[in-house]
C-alpha cells in the first residue's frame, strides 16, 4: 500500500463555493479585486496625523461595512459569472474536496471562487481539475479537485485560514 504525502495540512470546514467549468488546468483565474488583501496599513498611516483615536476608530468602523456593502454587491456579479453552486467540506494549499447538486467528471477543469470569510469579505480564486469521485454522502457525490494554478496571495490565504480553523479547533477542545 502508497502512502500519501502532504505538503499542506487540511481542516474539515463547510464553505461556500461558486464555479465554473474551465477548458485548460493552466487557464488564469478571471477574478481580480484584492479581497484577501487586508488595508492595515491606513490604521498605521492615519495615526501619524494629530487625529483623535475615537475618530480613528469610527473611520474604521465605516470603512469596515463599506467593505461588507462592496463585498455583498460584489457577490451577486460573482454567482452571474460561477453559476455552478457547491460547498466545500475539506480544504488545504494544494486542493480541496466539495460536494454540489451538479454533475462532474473525473479530469473536469473548474475555475472556483471560495468563500473564506463572509465579514470581512475573503475570497480567493482558484483553478483546479477534479482527480477522483469518493463516496456518495447524503447530498450527492464527494469530489477531489487538485489546484493547478492558484496565485500565491490566494494558498496564502487559504493556509492561514486552515490555521485560524485549527486554533480555534484547539482552543475548543482545551475548554
Do not use: C
Not at 17 to 35: C, D, E, I
Not at 131 to 149: A, D, K
Not at 153 to 174: H, L, P, S
Amino acid at each position: 500500500m502508497e502512502t500519501e504525502r502532504r505538503t499542506y495540512t487540511r481542516i474539515e470546514t463547510a464553505l461556500q463555493a461558486f464555479m465554473r467549468k474551465s477548458v485548460s488546468p493552466s487557464t488564469q483565474p478571471g477574478l481580480r479585486g484584492g479581497f484577501s488583501q487586508p488595508v492595515d496599513h491606513l490604521r498605521d498611516a492615519l495615526q501619524q496625523t494629530s487625529l483623535p483615536d475615537e475618530l480613528l476608530d469610527y473611520l474604521e468602523a465605516i470603512n469596515a461595512k463599506l467593505d461588507t456593502i462592496l463585498g455583498l454587491l460584489h457577490q451577486s456579479s460573482i454567482q452571474a459569472e460561477y453559476p455552478l453552486e457547491a460547498t466545500i467540506s475539506q480544504i488545504s494549499g494544494a486542493g480541496l474536496q466539495f460536494t454540489s447538486p451538479h454533475d462532474f467528471q473525473e479530469g473536469d477543469h473548474l475555475e472556483l471562487v471560495i468563500t473564506l470569510s463572509r465579514f470581512p469579505l475573503r475570497l480567493v480564486n482558484v483553478v483546479g481539475t477534479i482527480t477522483r469521485r469518493q463516496q456518495t454522502r447524503e447530498n450527492g457525490p464527494v469530489w477531489v479537485v487538485e489546484f493547478t494554478f492558484i496565485r500565491d496571495n490566494d494558498r496564502e490565504a487559504i493556509i492561514q485560514y486552515v490555521f485560524r480553523e485549527q486554533r480555534e479547533m484547539i482552543r475548543g477542545e482545551k475548554l
